[in-house]
């Protein structure tokens, strides 16, 4: 079974400082993950996502994330947080067994970030 | 270049009565979600499409619940009857193919009230 974990409910930050979302993932096999941000009564918008390769992946607005494949974590930065970004962030797993097998994508419960003058 | 196109966007209506949502998936995209959000359960998958066809419906929560997709550009998730614990945003989302690395392109949802 595949699962995500992101541990904090809301991360505060200040406008201008650097931001971490932290998200952990369990999968049995090659993890596929991804980052999406939801806007006020809005659907979720896709930021970045880790197939393979280079450890660090950069998405819109600014946005990267870093795969740690020892401590299973996929957290998301951004070195200097606007109030714009201030959102849901979720991020999502899905087990890379096999096209078809395994094509649920699970998503964690979502961090509110909020981002202050 | 249109997204998901879901409709209505806002539903309100009363215990018993039958709700139609729908989604119009990007073209091109073969593989259609319904996902509902609440503040309780977070973003739950219900059903999938790919090609049409149904794949996984383990998250469809009772018999109430229903989804069809008849055509590539077309989806439908009914509810009969609803029950104020129905009200949720429903969302809709496809991609192009049930490939691992794809990523799923959300609609904005349908915010449903059962009174």
């Known amino acids: 079974a595949q699962s995500v974990a992101q541990p904090e409910d809301q991360v505060n930050v200040a406008e201008g400082n650097p931001l971490t979302v932290k998200c952990t993932y369990s999968?049995?096999?090659?993890?596929?993950l991804f980052w999406y941000v939801q806007y006020p009564n809005r659907g979720l918008q896709f930021l970045l996502k880790?197939?393979?390769?280079?450890?660090l992946v950069k998405g819109s607005y600014g946005f990267e994330a870093e795969f740690n494949k020892s401590q299973t974590s996929f957290h998301l930065k951004k070195p200097s947080a606007l109030v714009s970004d201030s959102a849901l962030y979720f991020c999502?797993?899905?087990?890379?067994?096999?096209?078809?097998?395994?094509?649920?994508?699970?998503f964690g419960t979502g961090t509110r970030l909020q981002v202050t003058l | 270049d249109a997204g998901v196109i879901q409709s209505p966007r806002h539903e309100v209506t009363e215990m018993g009565q039958e709700v139609t949502l729908r989604c119009k998936p990007i073209?091109?995209?073969?593989?259609l979600f319904w996902y509902r959000q609440t503040m309780m359960r977070g973003l739950e998958l219900l059903i999938y499409?790919?090609?049409?066809?149904?794949?996984?419906d383990s998250g469809m929560p009772e018999d109430r619940f229903s989804a069809k997709m008849p055509n590539a550009s077309f989806s439908t998730l009914k509810i009969q009857p609803s029950e104020p614990r129905d009200s949720a945003v429903y969302f809709c989302?496809?991609?192009?193919?049930?490939?691992?690395?794809?990523?799923?392109?959300f609609g904005p949802g349908t915010r449903l009230t059962v009174l």
């Open positions: 999968v049995s096999g090659n993890p596929y």
């Open positions: 880790y197939i393979t390769g280079d450890n």
């Open positions: 989302a496809s991609s192009h193919g049930l490939a691992e690395n794809n990523e799923q392109f």
């Open positions: 999502a797993v899905r087990d890379g067994k096999g096209i078809g097998t395994a094509s649920k994508l699970t």
């Open positions: 073209s091109g995209h073969n593989s």
């Open positions: 499409f790919n090609n049409n066809v149904p794949i996984d």
